[in-house]
């Protein structure tokens, strides 16, 4: 359970749901309520594809590239920390996680048109499993063992299911705001367990040495 928890809290801050839950609010204000359902299955079965897949393909890619498990927690944990500062930092002034604005006017015009294949692209990939629930996946994995990764998947996908079912009636009742500032709390801890990983990869890297 130890590790189960220790493996689903960086994916869980890594995929930042209070961040995307506006996002997924506006990309789908004008479907109806079937249609939402129907266009977030749809998004998350490929962002879960996506993340097994890597999952069960992370040893594969170390092997062949040459990559060792503290390569990727420095290399992993600078991304992290470069999307964290940017969202702390400019996530006010531009709109990193939906796509360009041609996306989103794409998902309003087909709404009658293809309702359900729409959002798998923004809202699956890059926005539910991007490349920081990736690097914390694959990271994950070497840590603990790809069934406690799983698990901890598994468990993220359904939380996220949830958050995106009944969100959009909790944001309208809390407002825009609180919605930024929880955002803005996730993003700070995503700092934190940046720098841990990237101070966890150089003492590897020291004691290998």
Same mark, same amino acid.
């Given at each position: 359970?130890?590790?189960?928890?220790? @493996?689903?809290?960086?994916?869980?801050?890594?995929?930042?749901?209070? %961040?995307?839950?506006?996002?997924?609010?506006?990309?789908?204000?004008? $479907?109806?309520?079937?249609?939402?359902?129907?266009?977030?299955?749809? @998004?998350?079965?490929?962002?879960?594809?996506?993340?097994?897949?890597?999952?069960?393909?992370?040893?594969?890619?170390?092997?062949?590239?040459?990559?060792?498990?503290?390569?990727?927690?420095?290399?992993?944990?600078?991304?992290?920390?470069?999307?964290?500062?940017?969202?702390?930092?400019?996530?006010?002034?531009?709109?990193?996680?939906?796509?360009?604005?041609?996306?989103?006017?794409?998902?309003?015009?087909?709404?009658?048109?293809?309702?359900?294949?729409?959002? /798998? /692209?923004?809202?699956?990939?890059?926005?539910?499993? %991007?490349?920081?629930?990736?690097?914390?996946?694959?990271? @994950?994995?070497?840590?603990?063992?790809?069934?406690?990764?799983?698990?901890?998947?598994?468990?993220?996908?359904?939380?996220?299911? /949830? *958050?995106?079912? $009944? %969100?959009?009636?909790?944001?309208?009742?809390?407002?825009?705001?609180?919605?930024? @500032? /929880?955002?803005?709390?996730?993003?700070?801890?995503? *700092?934190?367990?940046?720098?841990?990983?990237?101070?966890?990869?150089?003492?590897?890297?020291?004691?290998?040495?």
């Amino acid at each position: 359970m130890t590790a189960l928890v220790a @493996a689903f809290l960086p994916l869980f801050v890594a995929i930042n749901i209070p %961040g995307i839950l506006p996002l997924y609010i506006g990309m789908t204000e004008t $479907f109806t309520a079937e249609n939402r359902r129907q266009l977030l299955v749809r @998004a998350l079965l490929a962002a879960f594809v996506l993340a097994v897949l890597m999952l069960f393909a992370g040893q594969v890619i170390f092997d062949t590239l040459g990559i060792a498990l503290d390569d990727l927690r420095v290399g992993g944990g600078i991304i992290l920390l470069v999307i964290a500062v940017t969202d702390l930092a400019f996530g006010d002034t531009k709109d990193r996680r939906g796509g360009s604005k041609k996306d989103r006017k794409k998902l309003e015009d087909h709404v009658e048109d293809e309702p359900v294949d729409l959002p /798998v /692209v923004p809202l699956g990939i890059p926005l539910i499993i %991007g490349p920081g629930a990736i690097t914390t996946i694959l990271i @994950a994995e070497g840590q603990f063992g790809w069934p406690v990764t799983l698990g901890s998947i598994v468990a993220n996908m359904l939380l996220v299911f /949830v *958050a995106f079912t $009944f %969100g959009p009636s909790l944001l309208r009742l809390f407002g825009k705001g609180t919605s930024k @500032a /929880v955002a803005k709390v996730a993003s700070l801890f995503l *700092a934190a367990i940046s720098v841990a990983m990237i101070r966890a990869g150089i003492m590897g890297m020291i004691g290998a040495a």
